[in-house]
């Protein structure tokens, strides 16, 4: 698995942007897919994730209803579509990819494989 995240910029707050994690290789269905972010001066914390087929999702709760994640398995694609930005959003913005279920799935040394950051400003 080889991701590259896309998409990222600059947004007026209440604006949508969506971001793009690509991967270039061969076993990307077999892979979970979460995103993270990562704010200036702060810890990287969990977005939310998709599951290998992409009916069961999850989203740390304070991001529920803005953020939704999908993918599409025959373009070996996964998607954030962000909704209602705002400043607080601002941040580095990661793909991440794991092929086993965990419990503890929020947490960043569940995935092996990320993609290199997408930057997100939201201007107030």
């Known amino acids: 698995v080889q991701l590259v995240d896309s998409g990222g910029g600059l947004v007026p707050a209440g604006g949508s942007l969506r971001l793009s994690c690509a991967d270039s290789g061969h076993y990307f269905s077999q892979y979970r897919i979460a995103w993270f972010r990562q704010p200036p001066g702060k810890e990287r914390e969990f977005v939310g994730q998709i599951d290998w087929t992409g009916r069961s999702t999850y989203y740390q709760t304070s991001l529920k209803g803005r953020f939704t994640i999908s993918r599409d398995n025959s373009k070996n694609m996964a998607f954030l579509q962000m909704d209602n930005l705002q400043p607080e959003d601002t941040a580095v913005y990661y793909c991440?990819?794991?092929?086993?279920?965990?419990?503890?799935?929020?947490?960043?040394?569940?995935?092996?494989?990320w993609g290199q950051g997408t930057q997100v400003t939201v201007s107030s």
């Open positions: 991440a990819a794991s092929r086993a279920w965990y419990s503890d799935y929020e947490l960043p040394f569940r995935y092996a494989f």
